[in-house]
């Protein structure tokens, strides 16, 4: 295994990114029907996560299945489509639990406001304490207004449930996990619109520590990167790196926890280097997170047509790498591009924030479906939709993937289903 602080990121590089290509029906979100149900019609609810282990798998607790996910109310924003773009500003992460994993009802509030150093909470990950009955840690990040302030946060508590539902308590103190340093990950001095947030804790089976992955960007100023042979990759002849390829900078950050995770103490982590970057490609690679499967370490992120760079294009959806070597790489790209699923061209951004689990399930929001008829790409009219997306099941299978399933909107699958239904264990072999 490569030692955690003496490697270089592996690069995304632009010549993988020339190889992104939307509508090949293998990495493709099906088309979502224009009649598309709504979970919470009080809310519009986005960026969305099952309670987990920190190894990874969905579980339920006492038969309940339990989701939180961002939201804000319509009531408050405006339930337009001039609200919905603007709910980061509203955004508070709320949570549903549900008997079957398709019929949800929402909870309330899963974090005191007690717990807010900041207006907005963001991203992040809720999570089982590991050898505990009902101690839970909820991962997020805390947000200023204008995002010069994005602090990954954990906030403690336990979870509760009766034949009616179930509650949390606790979750009213937050501790700051750790913050952009402008060594390892930019800050907001060199880069204005730094991404520094969507903590995903996990254990590394490698060495049995807890690490943290992050979305963060390269460290260095704004616009000034040069790039080397490294981000270019293997380039066609005559081909030049496009103008403005120097304004993609994003990077999958990595720490490593130095405080006890025994104790629930995560106020002492280690920054180490990036496992990807995307210089020259692409300006975010959001909510990353792992699977181990296959004896193989999957990384996912998610991405946008908007924040290519030089030229670049790719669909909005979820991105890929794979290490045949452990969690700190090298990594390759999945698919040879490093897309694994992006939305249809018809429907350009009818799907976003997607979440791998590792059983391959892959659960995403629905932002919004141009009307029949009309342009994708500017859409006269369009259906917002502020609810969750049909859940998708992707195979792992060395370095591709393959979409395989289409399930019901917002659905969940528990591992501990399983494990208790005496059925082969249905992840991929680790
Ligand atoms: C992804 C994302 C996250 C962020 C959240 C804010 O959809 O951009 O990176 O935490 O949305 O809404």
């Known amino acids: 295994m490569v030692s955690s602080n003496a490697r270089l990121p592996s690069a995304w590089t632009i010549a993988d990114a020339l190889k992104v290509h939307a509508d090949d029906p293998t990495t493709t979100m099906p088309v979502i029907a224009q009649d598309f149900p709504v979970i919470d019609d009080a809310l519009w609810q986005w960026d ?44 508070f992460i709320g949570y549903y639990y549900s008997r079957n994993g398709i019929d949800w009802t929402f909870g309330g509030r899963l974090l005191n406001t007690s717990a807010d150093l900041r207006p907005d909470e963001w991203s992040g990950s809720l999570i089982m304490r590991h050898g505990s009955e009902n101690v839970l840690d909820m991962f997020y990040t805390s947000v200023n207004t204008d995002m010069n302030q994005s602090m990954p946060s954990v906030s403690s508590g336990t979870i509760h449930a009766d034949d009616s539902g179930v509650w949390f308590e606790g979750f009213t103190a937050t501790t700051e996990m ?33 690490y943290c992955l992050f979305e963060g960007n390269v460290p260095g100023m704004r616009g000034d990167f040069v790039m080397t042979d490294r981000e270019a990759g293997h380039l066609p002849p005559g081909y030049t790196v496009g103008e403005g390829a120097g304004y993609g900078a994003a990077a999958i950050g990595i720490a490593r926890l130095v405080s006890s995770y025994a104790q629930g103490d995560f106020s002492r982590w280690e920054m180490l280097p990036a496992l990807v970057t995307a210089l020259g490609v692409n300006d975010q690679t959001e909510r990353p997170h792992v699977v ?16 290519y760079t030089g030229g670049l294009a790719g669909p909005d959806g979820v991105y890929g790498f794979v290490s045949r070597h452990g969690i700190f790489g090298p990594y390759t790209p999945l698919n040879s591009s490093g897309l694994v699923l992006g939305n249809p061209s018809s429907a350009p951004y009818e799907t ?3 979440f791998v689990d590792p059983m391959g399930y892959v659960q995403s929001f629905i ?11 500017a859409p006269a009219t369009y259906r917002i939709g502020g609810t969750l997306a049909p859940t998708v099941r992707i195979a792992l299978e060395d370095d591709r993937t393959f979409l395989t399933e289409v399930h019901d909107y917002g659905q969940i699958f528990a591992f501990d289903e399983w494990a208790a239904s005496n059925q082969p264990d249905p992840r991929p072999a680790t």
């Open 178 to 210: 750790f913050s952009a340093d402008g060594l390892h990950y930019a800050n907001a001095s060199q880069d204005p619109y730094f991404d520094f947030r969507d903590p995903h804790p996990f254990i590394n089976p490698a060495d049995g520590q807890v």
């Open 48 to 91: 969305t996560g099952a309670l987990r282990r920190i190894t990874g798998e969905t579980v339920t607790f006492k038969g309940w299945y339990v989701m939180w996910s961002l939201v804000a109310e319509r009531a408050q924003t405006g339930d337009d489509a001039a609200g919905w773009h603007n709910r980061n500003a509203f955004a």
């Open 367 to 377: 932002d919004t479906l141009p009307a029949p008829g009309t342009d994708p790409q």
């Open 352 to 354: 976003y924030s997607h």
């Open 292 to 307: 181990f499967a296959n004896g193989l370490t999957y990384l996912f992120t998610i991405s946008h047509h908007s924040t």
